[in-house]
């Protein structure tokens, strides 16, 4: 009779225990719940005891009462790598509108990044400026127009590298500038009585400010200010002193 007793009293503990065992179920926010775990569906977790149905997005792990655990966070290997834009070095751009020394004009530019951390570019722009050297146009009797031709190597600092969509860059450039220009002749009454064509060269130094803009790997913009002054300038062998030298314009090329 006392062994009966016994193996029942341990029988009804032990389906009681069985009740009343619970699973835990950690939340995203730090939370903890002990709960019946009934039911897991791809978007909730079902419980009783009291009933709750929980958004599975907000769970971090379940622990079982039998100890084993369910994991619901992404690891950091199944979280999806972030895309990484490779950059050419090579850029080829077109300078559709540029405000010059004395005109408007149009260029084209290429640029070649000379170091593996972006930092430092060689850079060529090559430009026309409308009726450039000729600063006389308006009494000019023959209304001829004389472009300026300029060359102007250089290389862009970029403080933060140039691989990114929108980056700063200051930098040195040589510019040279050539084309004609003509001198009036006068004769003693001060009457123009004719025209000279004369070839006008100039070397001067520009510092360079530019907004690079990469919306893409391929497509490169940007915008450019610069300013400087010439140290030989002369117009028909004639030394003229120095000249103001500027630039200002939009550029939109291919970067590869």
């Given at each position: 009779?006392?062994?009966k007793t016994l193996l029942l009293t341990i029988a009804g503990t032990l389906a009681l225990n069985a009740t009343y065992a619970q699973d835990k179920l950690f939340k995203k926010n730090g939370d903890m719940l002990e709960v019946k775990v009934t039911e897991i569906t791809t978007r909730t977790v079902s419980t009783n005891g009291p009933t709750y149905t929980i958004n599975k997005a907000d769970v971090s792990k379940i622990e079982y009462e039998?100890?084993?655990e369910d994991f619901f966070s992404p690891t950091e290997e199944n979280r999806p790598a972030r895309k990484q834009v490779k950059y050419g070095n090579n850029i080829i751009s077109v300078m559709p509108m540029q405000i010059m020394t004395y005109d408007v004009g149009v260029g084209i530019a290429y640029e070649r990044v000379l170091?593996?951390?972006g930092i430092?570019?060689?850079y060529l722009p090559v430009m026309v400026e409308f009726d450039g050297t000729n600063n006389n146009s308006f009494i000019n009797p023959n209304g001829k127009s004389y472009p300026a031709y300029y060359v102007m190597p250089g290389l862009k600092l970029y403080p933060t590298g140039s691989r990114g969509v929108v980056r700063y860059a200051v930098g040195p450039n040589l510019a040279y500038r050539t084309g004609k220009e003509y001198i009036l002749n006068y004769d003693n009454?001060?009457?123009?009585?004719?025209?000279t064509e004369e070839t006008s060269t100039?070397?001067?130094i520009m510092v360079t400010n530019s907004l690079n803009i990469n919306p893409t790997k391929n497509?490169?913009?940007g915008l450019e200010l610069g300013l400087g002054f010439t140290y030989f300038n002369k117009l028909g062998g004639?030394?003229?002193g120095t000249d103001a030298l500027a630039q200002f314009g939009f550029k939109i090329g291919y970067r590869f």
């Open positions: 009779m006392y062994i039998n100890g084993s170091d593996n951390a430092l570019s060689f009454l001060g009457n123009i009585v004719g025209e100039a070397l001067g497509i490169h913009m004639v030394e003229m």
